[in-house]
């Protein structure tokens, strides 16, 4: 899908801003600049150095000044895209950025289709796939855990791990199909004891970063919260304070929330995605009953649960019944959030007494005159082990990756199921390639063009 060899053009830059940036890669790049570009000493882009910015004014093909521009020259090897480039500093007029594109297309210039320079830039061998895609996550990174994320992955931290990995699976791989060569012969050159070694290593490994993939898409998408409780207790209104407006719709009418709201925000650095959900209760409303059961949904994706109350609720059978209902599963977090405790001094509820009741932290507050509503955000952030994230730690935040691992991890299976019950060391040998491919897909070692489309088409255009 994507042509190479050519010069593409396109804006790096949304619309709407003083200033505006077009990019220009290919062969041809300096040369078709140098066609609408006058620099005031009359020098050509095609003749400076890479690095190097320079000013001058813009024409169109019938020599109509355009704008005053400054154009940064890169050279090849050492450009984004591994060619010639230059990206053209110009005025953020719509107008302005259409004629310079129209000019560069006269002149012979393709437009870039998305993500295009990218992946010029992997194919130049300046990025591995993974390290490609981090460029996407780093454009739409929102905050500084999202960033982190993004950042270790471009940096190649990720793919070097990997890399790692897929280089003893890919030796003791040729010793065992140097085995087959030699099949006649009945000779063993991988080390038997040394093969189950490595692939308990191995699988040990790569399932880590499989699992790593539940905190790694969290926070990629923003950790699923879910508020939740009887109907009544200030659900919404304490996802309007944590927002700090009126999102949902509060009333003293139980039942008042039947849609689920999703609203994001960013505490401490870390992305969270608040779920607002319908009061759970026996109910003959059809509408209620269909938010009810929208509610557990929402519960069983969520990784915490604010489990809202109010005091004359606190402590009875049906609170306890109705955390019990929700049936945590491995890794989510729960509080019990005592509401309408409607006072700045410190509330009843942090009592070591109470707080001992259960296993889960209780917390008193008021939504309505925001008291104590911090308790409420640092359990919140203190859920989220970031000293890994902020460190560096390889953590895998892409479907396509954790697909892959998981595809790897099980193909590592397989050929340890197959030592240990001595199959024929072409079936092993199998298996293990099949575990090799797929950790290829990860890093582009192994790419087919339907893949790259896939992932870069949902690039932006001059990315
Ligand atoms: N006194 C007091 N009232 C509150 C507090 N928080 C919410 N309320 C009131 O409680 C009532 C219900 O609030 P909502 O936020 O709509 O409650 P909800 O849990 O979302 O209710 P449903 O959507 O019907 O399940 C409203 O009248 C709020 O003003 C609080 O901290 N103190
Ligand atoms: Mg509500």
């Known amino acids: 899908m994507f042509r190479h060899g050519d010069t593409i053009a396109a804006p790096?830059?949304?619309?709407?801003?003083?200033?505006?940036?077009?990019?220009?890669?290919?062969?041809?790049?300096?040369?078709?600049?140098?066609?609408?570009?006058?620099?005031?000493?009359?020098?050509?882009?095609?003749?400076?150095?890479g690095g190097t910015v320079h000013y001058g004014n813009l024409a169109d093909n019938e020599g109509n000044f355009i704008d005053e521009v400054l154009v940064t020259v890169f050279r090849a090897p050492a450009s984004y895209t591994g060619e010639n480039m230059a990206e053209i500093s110009c005025h953020g007029s719509r107008w302005i950025i259409a004629e310079i594109l129209r000019t560069l297309n006269r002149y012979g210039a393709r437009t870039a289709e998305a993500g295009e320079f990218t992946v010029r830039a992997f194919l130049a061998g300046k990025l591995d796939l993974a390290q490609a895609e981090a460029v996407a996550d780093m454009i739409a990174a929102g905050n500084r855990?999202?960033?982190?994320?993004?950042?270790?992955?471009?940096?190649?931290?990720?793919?070097?791990a990997l890399s790692?990995?897929?280089?003893?699976?890919?030796?003791?791989?040729?010793?065992?199909?140097?085995?087959?060569?030699?099949?006649?012969e009945d000779v063993t050159f991988a080390d038997?004891?040394?093969?189950?070694?490595?692939?308990?290593?191995?699988?040990?490994?790569?399932t880590e970063l499989a699992d790593s993939f539940l905190l790694g898409n969290a926070i990629r998408e923003g950790i699923p919260v879910a508020i939740t409780g009887s109907p009544n207790v200030g659900k919404s209104t304490l996802l309007n304070?944590?927002?700090?407006?009126?999102?949902?719709?509060?009333?003293?009418?139980?039942?008042?929330?039947?849609d689920i709201i999703t609203e994001n925000i960013s505490l401490d650095g870390i992305g969270f995605r608040f779920i607002d959900t319908a009061g759970i209760r026996e109910s003959n409303d059809v509408l209620e009953r269909m938010g009810i059961e929208r509610t557990y949904k929402v519960l069983s994706e969520a990784r915490i649960i604010l489990y809202i109350t109010e005091p004359k609720e606190f402590g009875s059978t049906s609170m306890r019944?109705?955390?019990?209902?929700?049936g945590l599963h491995d890794g989510q977090r729960l509080a019990i959030v005592v509401n309408k405790c409607d006072s700045e001094k410190p509330s009843a509820f942090a009592d070591p007494q109470i707080q001992s009741l259960y296993p889960w932290p209780v917390f008193g507050i008021s939504a309505k005159y925001g008291?104590?509503?911090?308790?409420?955000?640092?359990?919140?952030?203190?859920?989220?082990?970031?000293?890994?994230?902020?460190?560096?730690?390889?953590?895998?935040?892409?479907?396509?990756?954790?697909?892959?691992?998981?595809?790897?991890?099980?193909?590592?299976?397989?050929t340890r199921r197959g030592l240990d019950s001595d199959l024929p060391t072409d079936l092993i040998a199998a298996d293990l390639r099949r575990s090799l491919d797929a950790l290829?897909?990860?890093?582009?070692?192994?790419?087919?063009?339907?893949?790259?489309?896939?992932?870069?088409?949902?690039?932006?255009?001059?990315?």
């Open 241 to 258: 304070r944590l927002l700090g407006e009126e999102r949902a719709l509060v009333s003293d009418i139980a039942g008042t929330t039947r």
């Open 12 to 49: 790096a830059t949304a619309p709407g801003g003083a200033l505006a940036l077009i990019r220009i890669s290919g062969p041809d790049a300096l040369e078709l600049c140098d066609r609408c570009f006058t620099s005031p000493s009359g020098k050509l882009l095609r003749h400076q150095r």
């Open 164 to 184: 790692a990995l897929r280089g003893e699976l890919l030796q003791l791989a040729s010793l065992l199909e140097l085995e087959l060569d030699f099949s006649e």
């Open 321 to 326: 019944a109705a955390i019990d209902a929700i």
């Open 440 to 463: 290829g897909t990860i890093t582009g070692e192994i790419t087919t063009s339907d893949l790259l489309g896939e992932i870069f088409s949902k690039f932006c255009v001059g990315k």
């Open 192 to 206: 038997r004891t040394a093969l189950r070694e490595l692939l308990d290593r191995a699988t040990n490994d790569i």
């Open 371 to 414: 008291y104590h509503i911090d308790t409420v955000k640092r359990f919140l952030t203190g859920c989220i082990d970031t000293e890994g994230l902020y460190n560096g730690a390889s953590i895998v935040s892409n479907t396509r990756h954790y697909e892959a691992l998981r595809t790897a991890a099980e193909a590592l299976d397989d």
């Open 145 to 160: 855990a999202s960033h982190a994320l993004a950042s270790t992955q471009l940096r190649g931290h990720y793919s070097a």
